[in-house]
């Protein structure tokens, strides 16, 4: 029997729509299939209507190969705005609203042959009320958040790439959680237009995906930087261990997982050494937090003005925490940031990338929370690319990834550095 | 005869509003009769309704003093969200569009009492394209833009303060043209949630008013920092004259502007010097070119993919150039600003402030360009506070601004810099 379209890589799917050995329809059929058989128990799309699916698919094979991803579906986290389909933004307050453009993100994927499968669950704001969304290793787990959809229906097949956000961990978490491919380029790199505004200085696009190289394909027609997918360097990587100051956290599970991937990638021939960690880093999460509130009260003052009942309460007291918080802290924890991206960058004059752990421990039991972001945070602070790799599994066999991260703007040595790990670690 | 209370600065109107001295309706009245009587001529609204206005008006004296704005009329560029007024962000691809939330400078505003009197005229997309607006020293000139509405109003007398924004030149041009005060703050200082995304690097929401000290009011009432109203500071300032790479631009009236300047400020106790400009800044300009029209290119991507047809050609031209722009020339240039913005920290170690052209000359005769941001585009991409203030005139009669230069972040010094500049320069 043949490996249906809907198993396939992405990065396989292309070459065979680009060769048209391979139509849009099937490729769209097989993933439509795929949401039919699993949609009731994953609940990772808000929005997704089949026919319309089938009609762009009909239109994409009728016409020329269009550019790198010609015919392959992809999933759009709906804190994304899209111009044909609604945009909620895990809010009953934005019900059916539907945004007068496409997100630069998403008319870079649609300019590329893309097709846009339909809209995957966020958590409400893409902050911590959970959606729906259940973990497709076990759905009494959460899939981490709060790119809950996209993680969860790349990681269940039901498409092979997805768009997520991360502010504080929204897609290195919920891509460990889901035993996926988790990339957060360096800030900046996706352009941002369209996507609602959490955090100014935070908020990054992001990849989902369930190799390094499906991540790196759909970064670098988004981006428009082909380089992305060079991947190819063979070096001796000079890897440093990065416990960050919130290690305490780590559960055993992810203990293992950054220990172990550090030895076998030293047996490999990579060159690991301990990081140590300038000091100024123990500020760098508590500056996430002020940081993040207090952009968060303004992005979202409007909705705390006309819509305050519609919020959750969680999130009306972090919309409090960041009206409260003093310009003069914030000016401050600004300053801590660029500080620590200073001394990051001398890091990365002994380094070619760091290891750290990807989340607290496996996916946590329950849909009440997405878990903790902790290995995030400063991460997200730093502005560097982020990836997630699959390595091991936790106690209940749930996936644990580790955190590959690589110098500010430098995202191509990143991906490739987590390619390579990514082979030691599967072999 | 009393003064007329559109005559007054928004800092005594404030005051008067505060006390109750002053209904808000008299004051909405005061400016819509103003607005009803110079509309046609000078063309600074693109939406205003003044049954509306009066409505909100009455429920502001009706309730409880809001905040610092309580009352203030206050005009918003139509390239900035409101929830409750069509947005149509200068092109016609967007004729009645209405977004789904205010900007979050516009519920900063509304929360502070202020009253949003009416959407004013931008160019298309706030790039080149001119919209309809003429100067009200004399409407056979430009404005200037892209801010060009907010800019006439306010110098008009139609409206004591209005929000711009700012991506190459696009506050303190229109605001030298139109004899007020421009306040273009640090980069980031006031959130830009809502304003129609075209350059990440660069966009900066920015303030117009009649006095240094009415520009400060808003900016402390919209970012919630009443410290940027302490403008009392006494010092003798040491001031640098910076002449940029683009001096050769200057015109004799912005050149008799700017020294005439610095010998008035000399002479009334500022330590006046030239300033060296490091080499690097040489290529600051391109830099700007480069990062803006790449940045431009992604920013309307949607427009220009499903909306070609409605985009000026002057504005494909620039879509087309910034999409030509190879990834790899962006970074570069990114590079290039950030070096710049490291040295420009240096400079600021000699100087309080520094004082520079606003603008090439007075406004140029005819509507169909607002003028060059020769002047302006690398202090955009510096991400400093800048203040354009009154100081000449030209040829024709015209207004002449000179540019207070203050250090990142540090718009409270700059501010209160340029309110001792204007006192010297008025005196």
């Given at each position: 029997?043949?490996?249906?379209?809907?198993?396939?890589?992405?990065?396989?799917?292309?070459?065979?729509?680009?060769?048209?050995?391979?139509?849009?329809?099937?490729?769209?059929?097989?993933?439509?299939?795929?949401?039919?058989?699993?949609?009731?128990?994953?609940?990772?799309?808000?929005?997704?209507?089949?026919?319309?699916?089938?009609?762009?698919?009909?239109?994409?094979?009728?016409?020329?190969?269009?550019?790198?991803?010609?015919?392959?579906?992809?999933?759009?986290?709906?804190?994304?705005?899209?111009?044909?389909?609604?945009?909620?933004?895990?809010?009953?307050?934005?019900?059916?609203?539907?945004?007068?453009?496409?997100?630069?993100?998403?008319?870079?994927?649609?300019?590329?042959?893309?097709?846009?499968?339909?809209?995957?669950?966020?958590?409400?704001?893409?902050?911590?009320?959970?959606?729906?969304?259940?973990?497709?290793?076990?759905?009494?787990?959460?899939?981490?958040?709060?790119?809950?959809?996209?993680?969860?229906a790349v990681a269940d097949r039901m498409v092979p790439l997805a768009l997520g956000s991360q502010t504080g961990g929204s897609v290195i978490r919920p891509a460990s959680f889901c035993g996926i491919v988790g990339y957060k380029p360096t800030f900046g790199l996706i352009n941002r237009h369209g996507v609602k505004?959490?955090?100014?200085?935070?908020?990054?696009?992001?990849?989902?995906?369930?190799?390094?190289?499906?991540?790196?394909?759909?970064?670098?027609?988004?981006?428009?930087?082909?380089?992305?997918?060079?991947?190819?360097?063979?070096?001796?990587?000079?890897?440093?261990?990065?416990?960050?100051?919130?290690?305490?956290?780590?559960?055993?599970?992810?203990?293992?997982?950054?220990?172990?991937?550090?030895?076998?990638?030293?047996?490999?021939?990579?060159?690991?050494?301990?990081?140590?960690?300038?000091?100024?880093?123990?500020?760098?999460?508590?500056?996430?937090?002020?940081?993040?509130?207090?952009?968060?009260?303004?992005?979202?003052?409007?909705?705390?003005?006309?819509?305050?009942?519609?919020?959750?309460?969680?999130?009306?007291?972090?919309?409090?925490?960041?009206?409260?918080?003093?310009?003069?802290?914030?000016?401050?924890?600004?300053?801590?940031?660029?500080?620590?991206?200073?001394?990051?960058?001398?890091?990365?004059?002994?380094?070619?990338?760091?290891?750290?752990?990807?989340?607290?421990?496996?996916?946590?039991?329950?849909?009440?929370?997405?878990?903790?972001?902790?290995?995030?945070?400063?991460?997200?602070?730093?502005?560097?690319?982020?990836?997630?790799?699959?390595?091991?599994?936790?106690?209940?066999?749930?996936?644990?990834?580790?955190?590959?991260?690589?110098?500010?703007?430098?995202?191509?040595?990143?991906?490739?550095?987590?390619?390579?790990?990514?082979?030691?670690?599967?072999?």
């Amino acid at each position: 029997m043949p490996t249906a379209p809907n198993d396939l890589t992405a990065t396989e799917l292309a070459r065979l729509l680009q060769r048209r050995e391979l139509r849009a329809e099937e490729v769209a059929r097989a993933h439509l299939e795929r949401i039919q058989a699993r949609e009731s128990l994953i609940g990772a799309w808000t929005y997704l209507d089949a026919d319309r699916v089938l009609r762009e698919a009909q239109v994409l094979d009728a016409g020329p190969v269009r550019g790198p991803l010609h015919g392959l579906p992809i999933g759009v986290k709906d804190i994304i705005g899209t111009f044909d389909m609604p945009t909620e933004y895990g809010s009953p307050i934005y019900k059916g609203h539907r945004p007068a453009w496409d997100a630069a993100c998403v008319a870079a994927i649609r300019a590329a042959g893309g097709l846009i499968l339909g809209k995957t669950v966020t958590t409400e704001f893409a902050t911590s009320h959970p959606g729906r969304t259940a973990n497709p290793h076990n759905p009494r787990h959460t899939p981490g958040g709060s790119s809950s959809g996209s993680a969860a229906a790349v990681a269940d097949r039901m498409v092979p790439l997805a768009l997520g956000s991360q502010t504080g961990g929204s897609v290195i978490r919920p891509a460990s959680f889901c035993g996926i491919v988790g990339y957060k380029p360096t800030f900046g790199l996706i352009n941002r237009h369209g996507v609602k505004p959490l955090s100014e200085s935070l908020d990054t696009v992001g990849v989902m995906a369930r190799s390094v190289g499906d991540a790196a394909l759909l970064a670098a027609a988004v981006t428009g930087r082909p380089a992305l997918q060079d991947l190819s360097e063979t070096m001796s990587w000079r890897i440093g261990v990065w416990r960050t100051y919130e290690w305490g956290q780590a559960q055993a599970e992810t203990i293992a997982a950054v220990e172990g991937a550090a030895r076998r990638l030293a047996a490999a021939g990579a060159r690991v050494s301990e990081a140590a960690m300038p000091e100024r880093f123990e500020q760098a999460d508590s500056a996430h937090h002020e940081i993040e509130h207090f952009e968060l009260a303004r992005a979202l003052a409007f909705e705390m003005q006309w819509h305050r009942e519609s919020l959750t309460p969680g999130l009306r007291a972090r919309l409090e925490h960041g009206q409260a918080c003093p310009p003069e802290l914030y000016d401050a924890k600004l300053a801590v940031a660029e500080a620590c991206r200073h001394a990051l960058d001398e890091v990365f004059g002994q380094y070619d990338v760091l290891l750290a752990a990807a989340a607290t421990g496996e996916a946590p039991l329950g849909l009440a929370t997405t878990g903790k972001a902790a290995f995030n945070r400063t991460w997200t602070l730093m502005h560097v690319p982020c990836i997630s790799v699959p390595a091991a599994s936790g106690p209940n066999g749930l996936p644990v990834g580790i955190q590959v991260i690589g110098r500010r703007s430098d995202d191509r040595k990143a991906l490739a550095a987590a390619r390579w790990i990514e082979q030691i670690l599967r072999a």
